[in-house]
């Protein structure tokens, strides 16, 4: 019963960090149809700028590592997306793959490659005792925040005249502009959006990991992605229910196989995936983008 | 303040879609715009509203040149258009699909209430645009290109696949409107009906030229269009 509970709150846990990449990954393809590898890198410079900051008062390091994230997707967007907008999907995922491996280069430049140690809020790392179960108070603090963060997401999306505006140019970029809906501006805050979810991660991943590494946000991204396909490209409920079921597969595969099987997990994450793609090519959710874009 | 079109021709590669089209409109006039499938109608409204290129001819509202600007430019200079192809934000309430469009001039939940009345959808605000029955999809088509209050609208085919109560209810709707706004609409139209019945004045289309223009009694009399549109009988198509 207590392995049960405390497998279930981890899955939430890992489920929640995934679903937050998956999300922000989703938004910016929701409404441009953009792959952003860059999102990883996005996540890893908030690890590094939270290392930096060892020893600030840790909320003020937190808003500062978010400050700079999401400075950090407007800038990218306005020098790196904006003048190829209409371009391509496929060249606007070359583009994405080039500023990550730009960001990613500069800060193997800047810090080397080698992994380097930080330690955010250690008190993290202490359980909470409840009777007999010890919940780590990070994954009590990652479920809290990642519920926080997704309902605030949905009443921005519903209720605010921008969340409306994004969500119309998800479905329907073009009829979107032609009704006077400003691309830049609805596309600048869905960057925007994708920084602060990356830096919500980097800082929950950092706190949970305490390295700070080059590569580090690439297999975050990379489940994002995965999640982003299992939950039905360009459906944003689906990205949030995609990440968290890799997240709870993992995290069941772990804690279900024979022991001497464990190392291959990944493996038998992807065969799932695999499975679910199978049965069901446009994702568990079907999003307006899977349509044909006019 | 006119929409005036003159001397419009496009060419796809040799093939003349339309050629030396003219075409005016008043505000607060509705001109209808008929034509056989074919004729060039769709490609005049794509010019007019900016999706179709040309470098012959030229489109005016006011003094202002709209050839040659992007559609949502001249959707904000007040020219806007729908689509037969209706093209909603399916999955996103009625409401909102309106809301999303009004949203761009500032206007408040209040405008999209009026908007909601007008076009009698004010009963189901919060349904899935995506999932409405089909006259009611045009309709909010409209309704969401009325929240960017344009001084004319172009509505391609809008009574395509209704009802004749439907259509009829369309027209009321399209009259009040002009009546309500003073904007100038045009009227692309499949549905001879449709158009003989509130335009004050028609443009036929044929093989991309201007065949007749006049008001509808003049036309059901045209030996030109009868030939080419009406068929003999002068009878619907």
Redesign the interface.
């Known amino acids: 019963m207590n392995f049960a509970l405390q497998t279930a709150i981890d899955a939430l846990s890992v489920g929640s960090i995934y679903a937050l990449s998956a999300l922000g990954i989703g938004l910016l393809f929701g409404i441009m149809r953009l792959i952003n590898f860059a999102q990883s890198e996005f996540v890893t410079i908030g690890i590094y700028i939270l290392m930096l900051s060892a020893g600030i008062w840790f909320p003020l390091a937190a808003l500062g590592a978010i400050c700079v994230v999401v400075v950090l997707a407007l800038v990218v967007e306005r020098l790196a997306f904006r003048p190829i907008r209409t371009a391509d999907p496929a060249t606007l995922l070359v583009t994405s793959f080039a500023v990550s491996y730009l960001l990613q280069y500069s800060l193997v430049l800047i810090f080397g490659a080698r992994p380097i140690g930080l330690d955010i809020l250690p008190d993290l790392a202490r359980p909470f005792v409840i009777g007999s179960v010890r919940v780590p108070r990070i994954d009590i603090a990652t479920i809290g925040a990642t519920a926080v963060l997704l309902s605030a997401f949905a009443l921005f999306l519903r209720k605010t005249?921008?969340g409306?505006?994004m969500?119309?140019a998800a479905?329907?970029f073009?009829?979107?502009?032609?009704?006077?809906?400003?691309a830049n501006r609805v596309i600048a805050v869905a960057f925007a959006m994708s920084g602060l979810l990356a830096a919500v991660v980097a800082i929950l991943f950092a706190a949970r990991t305490g390295v700070a590494a080059p590569t580090i946000g690439l297999e975050l991204a990379l489940v994002g992605f995965v999640a982003t396909v299992i939950g039905g490209m360009g459906s944003l409920v689906g990205a949030v229910f995609g990440g968290l079921a890799v997240g709870v597969v993992t995290v069941l595969l772990q804690a279900l196989l024979p022991p001497e099987l464990r190392a291959y997990r990944e493996a038998f994450v992807y065969i799932v995936v695999i499975a679910v793609l199978v049965l069901r090519p446009q994702g568990l959710f079907r999003g307006?983008a899977a349509r044909e874009r006019? | 303040m006119r929409l005036v079109a003159e001397q419009l021709t496009v060419n796809f590669g040799g093939l003349l879609a339309i050629a030396d089209v003219d075409i005016d409109i008043g505000p607060g006039e509705i001109v209808g715009l008929i034509g056989a499938n074919g004729a060039g109608k769709s490609t005049l409204v794509n010019v007019l509203s900016g999706f179709q290129k040309t470098r012959t001819g030229s489109v005016k509202l006011g003094d202002s040149v709209l050839l040659g600007l992007s559609?949502?430019r001249i959707?904000?200079a007040g020219v806007v258009r729908t689509f037969q192809?209706v093209?909603l934000?399916?999955?996103?309430s009625v409401r909102?699909?309106i809301?999303?469009?009004a949203?761009?001039?500032g206007s408040g939940s209040e405008s999209v209430d009026t908007l909601l009345e007008l076009l009698d959808l004010a009963d189901r605000p919060d349904s899935d645009a995506g999932s409405l029955p089909y006259a009611h999809q045009r309709r909010l088509a409209i309704a969401?290109?009325l929240?960017?209050k344009p001084k004319f609208l172009l509505l391609d085919e809008p009574a395509a696949g209704m009802s004749p109560d439907e259509i009829e209810d369309l027209d009321r709707t399209l009259v009040e409107l002009r009546d309500r706004t003073g904007m100038g609409l045009l009227l692309i139209e499949h549905n001879i009906n449709l158009v003989m019945s509130i335009c004050e004045r028609l443009v036929v289309l044929d093989g991309g030229r201007v065949i007749a223009r006049g008001d509808p009694d003049a036309i059901k009399s045209n030996t030109a269009v009868k030939n080419a549109y009406l068929g003999t009988e002068g009878g619907g198509h």
């Open positions: 005249r921008i409306i505006e969500r119309a479905v329907d073009r009829m979107a502009r032609l009704l006077g809906i400003r307006a006019v | 559609p949502d959707a904000r192809s093209r934000f399916s999955g996103i909102d699909n809301a999303a469009a949203a761009v001039l969401r290109a929240a960017l």
